[in-house]
Structure formats: C-alpha cells, structure tokens
C-alpha cells in the first residue's frame, strides 16, 4: 500500500468534512432568510424545510478542491479537476432546474450529454466488460456510451428521491460500495476522485437524514448522480452500477409507463396521515419504486425510506462480493 497517497486521500478527505460542516448550518440559515423553503408534504404539520442544500454540498467539494492543490501532485489534481468539473457543470444545471423549473425533458437528456463529454479524458480503458462478453468500443465509449451512462445515473439519483434522506442515501451507499470496487481492482490509485463527493456527502446526509433539516434540490441530486456516474465510468464499473440502482431503475421504468405511456395527470401523495402511514393515490402506486413499496407494506416515511436503503444496500454487498 503507498502510505503517502493514502496519507494524501485522508486530508483531502478531511478538507471536505470540514468545510460541509461548516457550510451545511450556514446554507440552511440563509436559504430560511431568502425564502428558498418548501413544506415537507409528508408531515402532519408541514413544517417548512430548506431546499437547494445541494450547495452545502458544492460548497465542501469546491474547498476540498482548492486545498487538494497542497498535497497533490499537478498530475493528481488535473485529472481531479476534469472530474469535479463534470459534477460542478450538472449541479449548475440542477441550481437552474430548481430556479426556473424545466419542463421538456428532451432538452435535458441533450444537455446533460454534453455536459459529460469531458469524461473522455480520464478514460484509458474503452472495453466494454459485461462478465459474460466484453466488446472494444474506442470512439464510442468515449464520446456516446461514458457521458449516457453519466446522464443516466445522475437522472436514476433524481428520480428515485422524495422521502426525507432517500436520495443522498442512496448514493452515499453506492458510493462506499464503489469505492471498495475500486479499492479492490485498483488500489488507491482511483479513490481520489471519491474523497472530496464522499465526506461531503457523509456530513450532510446527517442533516438531510429523517427528519431532514435540510433538503438536496435538483442541485445536490444532479451532483452527487453525476458524481456517481462518473466514478462508474472511470472504475470500469458499469455493470456492477446498473445492479445495484435497480430500485432507481424500477422507478424510471414505472415513471415512464404511468406518466408517459398511460398520460395519468401525476398527483402528490394525499395529505399525512395521523398514523404516519404512506398511502399513495390509487393511480400513482404504480408509479415509481418507493410507490410500490408503500403500496405492498403500509409503512410511514421513516420506515419506508430505511427499507428501501437496506434494499439498496443488499444489491451492494451482492455486487461487491459477485460482480
């Protein structure tokens, strides 16, 4: 083990804790100053919880970035900045999506294409590998089939959230199981992608965890995707991604089959119940993951969303050990 580069990962890693730390409290304050607050619907009070923490989370990856330039060599910190501008490119467009509410979701898989071309400079290895089969793509991989899968993880990250702590929980799951992927193929060598996105994500998952204080926005959704995405692409883990977002995928392929199949008007869920149970409109329990699970086992939020992390975390733990 090279004792100095894990030296190296652990400070970065420590520039992002704290940083977040510091913001997190900071950006909740000021999103209640300016208004930026939305009513967690699944509460009998409706208490009013700030969105657009995403940018505690920019926040502590941007420092982390800054100061990474002290330990890393130029090298290092290149390959780095390619990475982190990936993810800083997809959480400005999630900052406009929450401002100004996109409606055409064309013109979202067009722009989020583009904004995961710059992979290609980090990807040395353009093999295909499904276990099974393996295919030599070059130019393919590069410019079309790497920036898809970016965009369609950050999108699987977006849809799947809703319940106080899902989204963030997923991914912070998924990202600690990649990361022992990579740490298994590769040693240290990739983990230094991982550290500014991981502890960021670590500290505030505390505060966005049931009962959130603060919520992620489309802005935290598409960055911590994006962030997943790429470290898939990068470790050569895209099999192994696709298995264990199988409940993000569920809820895409339900999504679209209710809302753009059989056009059903999407509806919210129907106001909380004294019991705290989750009991979605009889035309939307069909309609994403979290949906179904709430339809076959009556549950409330807290429950609903620990379920569905552990379920998350099963497919991990296979994967880890089978892909």
């Not at 401002?99 to 992979?119: A, C, G, Q």
């Not at 040693?187 to 505060?207: S, V």
Request: charged share 15%.
């Amino acid at each position: 083990m090279n004792i100095q580069l894990l030296y190296k990962l652990i400070i970065v890693f420590l520039y992002s804790a704290f940083a977040t730390y510091i913001a997190v409290p900071y950006v909740i304050k000021k999103l209640k100053k300016f208004g930026y607050v939305v009513p967690d619907m699944h509460k009998i009070r409706k208490p009013k919880i700030p969105v657009l923490g995403g940018v505690a989370i920019f926040i502590g990856i941007m420092v982390s970035l800054a100061l990474s330039q002290l330990v890393l060599p130029i090298e290092m910190t290149g390959k780095l900045f390619i990475f982190y501008f990936i993810v800083i490119a997809y959480a400005m467009y999630g900052l406009m999506d929450d401002l100004f509410s996109y409606k055409r979701r064309y013109d979202k898989i067009i722009i989020l294409f583009v904004l995961s071309l710059p992979i290609a400079s980090l990807i040395t290895n353009t093999i295909l590998d499904l276990k099974l089969f393996s295919f030599e793509l070059n130019g393919l991989y590069l410019l079309l089939l790497a920036p898809l899968y970016i965009m369609i993880v950050a999108n699987l990250i977006n849809i799947h959230a809703g319940f106080n702590g899902l989204g963030p929980g997923t991914t912070l799951i998924i990202l600690i199981a990649a990361g022992i992927k990579s740490y298994m193929n590769y040693g240290l060598e990739n983990l230094i992608y991982l550290m500014p996105i991981l502890c960021a994500l670590i500290i505030f998952f505390c505060h966005n965890k049931y009962p959130s204080k603060i919520l992620d926005g489309n802005i935290g959704a598409f960055l911590m995707g994006s962030a997943l995405g790429a470290f898939l692409i990068i470790n050569k883990l895209e099999l192994f991604g696709m298995f264990v977002l199988i409940p993000n995928i569920i809820t895409l392929v339900l999504d679209f089959h209710v809302l753009g199949i059989k056009k059903i008007p999407d509806k919210p869920f129907p106001e909380p119940r004294k019991d705290g149970l989750i009991i979605p409109n009889k035309s939307m329990r069909f309609k994403s993951f979290k949906n179904l699970v709430c339809t076959l086992i009556p549950l409330t939020e807290k429950k609903a969303t620990i379920l569905i992390l552990s379920i998350t975390a099963l497919l991990c733990v296979v994967g880890v050990i089978w892909l």
